[in-house]
């Protein structure tokens, strides 16, 4: 049997794949789910969709699309399980759809955008050089590390901020559950983006007071956020690098911040945090932790994205933790799981 006489399902397909060519078939063509994905994002189909059935026609004119391209578009919308064809002309949102609409508790809209942009996509293109030499191909692409660029780009930048606030949303009440605060102390959110984590631990201790250290284009972000969650008054957005200096602080928490260095600048920016660290105080860095018996899952995956886009940057073993705290001047003391596939590493003054 040829491959097109096989019952092939495409990747992001509802139905499983009948066997080894069809999973095999599902992997080749991932990025055709991710970019139709992205796309309906961008387009913002499920807000289109929300007040009921359209025709491609209706959708075209409402978001001044082409019309033909719109249909055929829709057509692989309902491949991948996105909308429901309604008396073949009509197309309704399906409650997948619905993750990407921007109104939605925890939407998955900007992680969307983020994962179809040029800037995370074009590296993972090279990642056969990747594996070749070792090192992230950001710099193949663009001529500069992932972090400057987003710096010089404000859109990209502002953009992979909002799916780092997104995907913390996704985890934050989880990791929430498994950190033990008094209540009031000061907690500063280094590289914190839009401050989301900090946020979800403010809203639960009415006492804490919360900061962000971030570059100065996320002070909007972050300050329009906390405004949002009306914690504005107990909130104080710090410009910095935290690669420079880290403002004291009672907790630090830094989240999916040190899978994207080497070990030389991941100790670094704990040496930074152990500096700034008052008597008592506690550096929790919130990130998956690889099981040097399982190679299965999420963290392995996230791993080789790091490979792929940042220098050094990687996703760690507890042992390696270990090693990366005492070299400034930490001690870890404990791995503590959560709900998420995300774990709260734990260490204090050594």
């Known amino acids: 049997m040829t491959l097109y006489q096989r019952p092939l399902t495409p990747a992001g397909s509802p139905e499983a794949a009948p066997d080894e060519t069809g999973r095999m078939f599902q992997m080749i ?12 994002a961008e ?13 491609a026609a209706e959708l075209a004119r409402a978001a001044a699309l082409d019309p033909a391209a719109t249909r055929r578009f829709l057509r692989g919308c309902d491949a991948l399980g996105l909308v429901t064809t309604e008396d ?16 939605r508790p925890g939407s998955l809209r900007d992680l969307a955008l983020w994962g179809g942009m040029t800037s995370h996509w074009q590296p993972w293109g090279l990642l056969p050089d990747a594996v070749r030499t070792g090192r992230a191909q950001s710099e193949a692409v663009f001529g500069e590390d992932l972090f400057t660029y987003f710096a010089a780009h404000e859109e990209e930048g502002t953009r992979f901020a909002a799916a780092m606030s997104a995907m913390t949303r996704g985890v934050a009440d989880d990791l929430a559950d498994v950190i033990t605060l008094r209540g ?52 104080t957005f710090v410009a910095g690098d935290f690669l420079d200096v880290v403002p004291p602080a009672d907790v630090y928490l830094l989240k999916y911040v040190l899978h ?19 008597p008592g105080g506690r550096v929790l860095v919130t990130e998956l ?30 042992a390696e933790f270990a090693e990366l705290f005492e070299a400034a001047g930490l001690r870890l ?15 204090v003054a050594a």
């Open 184 to 235: 009031d102390e000061t907690v500063m959110d280094v590289g914190g983006a839009a401050g989301a984590f900090v946020q979800t631990l403010m809203a639960r201790h009415p006492a804490l007071r919360g900061a962000v250290l971030e570059l100065p284009h996320l002070a909007k972000a972050a300050e329009e956020s906390t405004a949002a969650a009306g914690l504005s008054e107990r909130f």
């Open 29 to 40: 063509t991932g990025y055709w789910a991710t970019q139709i994905a992205r796309t309906a």
């Open 88 to 103: 073949g002309e009509r197309y309704a949102a399906t409650p997948l759809l619905d993750t990407l609409r921007a109104d």
């Open 43 to 55: 387009l913002r189909l499920a807000e289109h969709l929300g007040q009921g059935p359209r025709t």
């Open 289 to 318: 932790v690889i099981d040097p018996e399982e190679s299965r899952g999420l963290p392995p995956l996230m791993d080789l994205n790091m490979l792929t886009l940042s220098n050094g940057g990687r996703e760690r073993e507890r």
């Open 260 to 278: 994207d260095w080497d070990d030389e600048t991941a100790v670094r920016i704990l040496r930074n945090c152990r500096a700034g660290l008052r």
């Open 333 to 347: 003391v404990g791995v503590t799981p959560s709900a998420s596939l995300v774990s709260v590493v734990e260490g």
